[in-house]
Structures are given as structure tokens and as C-alpha cells.
């Protein structure tokens, strides 16, 4: 018997809102969380960049508990939301069922300011790192820490795959309820990577924003990281509803593969490719009730070949579809933005709003698809594609559906 | 600018895999056998070794289109700051 794997809880936490609540507020509203600011180290080195920081967390980090407060800010963020997240979904883990709860979290970096701190520690003052850094840096400590904190004794580890992790761990995760291996899941994932060493070695790189994230506008001129985490429970749609739980979306199709081709520059060809293979066995009646979230980071070269990858796939309906960049409004999350993303791409669909792109200044010829420049609009979507296409070539792409 | 052009070109050559004759001003960039990240590690190690800062955004792609060394060099030299 075919098992479907339906969304059951959300839970959020972004530089747009700490809630599910307040991050739709945000989308809705076209709001920019990016903002100049300065990080320093070692009272001697100092870099000023555009970002977009989760900011005045610290109550609700602490009132996670003393355990939390012994991790690593990706992991705490990561907690924050799979709390909403079960909350939402109204279920209770008790012994049976926790055995056969999944809980996929992934990451890019994972511990980053763990690590900056231990090397600042050693290097600048003489000390010794902290007797916890080891189980604070590792990228599987936001599913562990999860697995312990709610009894989930199903598959438990992290995924890892840059900017598409998000939606790797969503995809994988429902692959393991679809197979039987578990009948509900946690899946998103978390990154909290703005520290002084991290942005230096993105400043180093050369494809940060001066002043913000454009995408897809003519004078668009890189990345601005941000921070956060994004979580859905997954769950086995007969299962979802013997329980009487309110079904969110559907998980109607998943895509993932690689380039094969360039540690940084995209291919059309992966692209469409993944894109095709979420939006297998999905039914488009009408075009026009189609969204993508898209990838969206406002590189020179991701969004014309984001752009060229939706047309070789919707060919002349690619017109009618509408998308948009959340990145715009929250910037790039990284191993975050997959889960954060895809819940963009929920909430647009069951509210029946196109969050916009923001900072849209300039049409490309380039770039000539309906990006929703600057203002919100509504749309009845009947289906949202979150797109993810990360550093080396790997992408994924989930498509969700309606209940 | 004639004061790094002696060291510019040393650096360039060193990376320069493909190559098989001189390196001048006149050699085509397409001769180097250079790839898409030589560019910024050329520019890495002359920051490193002239202590020099080459800012630069990728995005805005202040190295495109250029066909020889020459052109190189040039717009290198519009973006080197001294430290």
C-alpha cells in the first residue's frame, strides 16, 4: 500500500521572526531584516558586512533549559523551532511512538562559533578550548540534542549539503516514513555561522552584497548571509489522520541530484533536472497556481541560470508560473535556508500570498520570469516548489500540494 | 603600477599551467590554462605577497572579457590599494 507523506507542524525561527507567526507577518509585509553590521575578535580584527541576525533571543534560548544552554547557537535555534514545530502539530512522542519518530536535522558548518571561540581561547588568551566544544561543534548535536529532549528513538542523524541541506533532510526524511522505516518525522535544519571567522572567509571569497540581496534585479551583486532554523513534522498521511491532526501540505514530490559539473557555478541542465524530477506525478491544471520559492541568492550567476532552468522545465507555462526570493527579505541562511524556505513556500500556499522579492530595483533581460518585484500578491497556489541548488553542484527541490 | 608588474607577472606565471611559451603583456589569457578560480587565487597570493588589498566584488565581474595578460594586469592595476 502506498504510504503519502503529509506536514503536520511548522516551527520557525528567522532573522524575519522568531515564530511562525511573525515570520509570515514579515514575508507578507516585504520586510528586510539585512543590516550593516560590525563583528570583531581579539580586540584587534574588525569586518563590517551586510547580514541578516536573529537578534534579542537570549530569554527564549534560556528557557530552553540547562542542557541547551551547554550547545552551540545552531543547535539552540534548531530547538527552538522543532519545539514549535511538535507544538503545531499537536503530537505526543510516548515510548512506541518515539520509536518510530525520524529526526532528520541538517546543517552546513554546523558548531561555527563554538570553533571560533575554542581557536580565540587557545590562539589570543592561552587558555584551553571548552570541555564541551567537541559535542557543541558536531553537525549531528541539533538531532541528538532533539532525540534526547523529546524521546525520538527512529533514524536520528544530520544531513549535510550546503544550501540545499534543508531540503535534502526534508526529502530524505519523508523517504524514510514513504519506506516504512518510521511513521512521523522531524525534518529542517539549522546554521548559525555569523561569527568573525566565518564572514572573513566569506568576505574572502568575493560574492557578498555590498548593501543587500537583490535577486534577479540588474544591479544585484551578491550574497548576505543570515542565521536561523526551519523544522516540519512529517508524518504518515494515514497516521495524520487516525490521530485527527490538521494536515498542513503534502509533500507532493521531491527532486535531487548533482552537476556533475563546478564546484560554484550552476548548470541549467542540474537545475531543470531537479526541478523535473519533484514535479514528476505532480498535476498542473492551470500554470498560473503554480510558486517557486526560488533559490533565488542574488549572485550573478545563480539567478539567470535559476531563471533558464524553470523555462526549460514550464517551457511556455513558465510565464504564468509565479516566483519569488524570500533571500531578498531574510537573507541566505545557507544549511538553513531549505528549512526556512519551505515553509516560505507553505505558508504562501495555504494563505494564498506571494511574499515578494524585495529590493527589486531593475528588470535583467536575463532574468524575465514573474518574480513578484517589491509588493506581495495574492495567488491561489495549488502547488509551491522550494528550490535549492548549492556550492558544488548539488540540488534539491521538494514540491508540496494542498491537502 | 610599473613597480608590481615584474611581481604581478610572476605570479600569473606560476599558475599559469597551460602555458608554453613567454608571458607578456600580449599573451592570450587563453593560453594560461588557467580555470575559474585561478583568478582568485592569483589575486590572493598578490595580496599575500605585495601586501596589497585587491578588493573586488565577483558579482559585478571586473575580470570579464579579457583576452590577454595585458588586460589582466589593467584591472588589477585599477583595483590594488596599498595596505
Known sequence: MTRNVVVTGMGVVSPLGNNIGTYWDGLREGRSAIIKREYQAADKFSLTVPVAPIDDIADMIKSLGRDMLRADRFSQLAVIAADEAI?????????????????IIGTGIGGQTTLDDGYQAMLCRDRRPHPLTILKIIPNAP???????????????????????????????????????ADVGL????????SYGALEAWKAMHILADETCRPFSKNRNG???????????????????????????????????????????????GASRAIELAMEGVTVDDPSGVYINAHGTGTLLNDPTETKAIRTVFCADADAVVVSSTKSMHGHLLGAAGGIETIAAILAMKNGIVPPTVNYDEPDPACDLDYTPNKAKERNISVALSNSFAFGGLNAVVAFSKP | MAEYEASLLEIIKEHAVGLTGELNRDTPIADLGIDSFSVVEIIYEIEEKLNVEVPFNANENPFGDMATVGDLLDALDKLIKKK
Open chain 1, 87 to 103: 507544538k503545531d502539530s499537536g503530537i505526543e512522542f510516548d515510548e512506541a511512538l518515539g520509536a518510530r519518530t525520524a529526526c
Open chain 1, 187 to 194: 525534518a529542517g535544519s539549522s546554521e548559525a555561522a555569523l
Open chain 1, 143 to 181: 538531532a541528538s540534542h532533539l532525540s534526547i529532549r523529546h524521546g525520538l528513538r527512529g533514524p536520528t542523524f544530520a544531513v549535510s549539503s550546503a544550501c540545499a541541506t534543508g531540503a535534502h533532510a526534508i526529502g530524505v526524511c519523508a523517504d524514510l516514513i514513504r519506506s516504512g522505516s
Open chain 1, 223 to 269: 550574497l548576505v548571509i543570515g542565521e536561523g532554523a526551519g523544522v516540519l513534522v512529517l508524518e504518515e498521511e494515514e497516521h495524520a489522520k487516525k490521530r485527527g491532526a490538521e494536515i498542513i501540505a503534502r509533500i507532493a514530490g521531491f527532486g535531487m541530484n548533482a552537476d556533475g559539473n563546478d564546484m560554484i557555478n550552476p548548470s541549467v541542465d
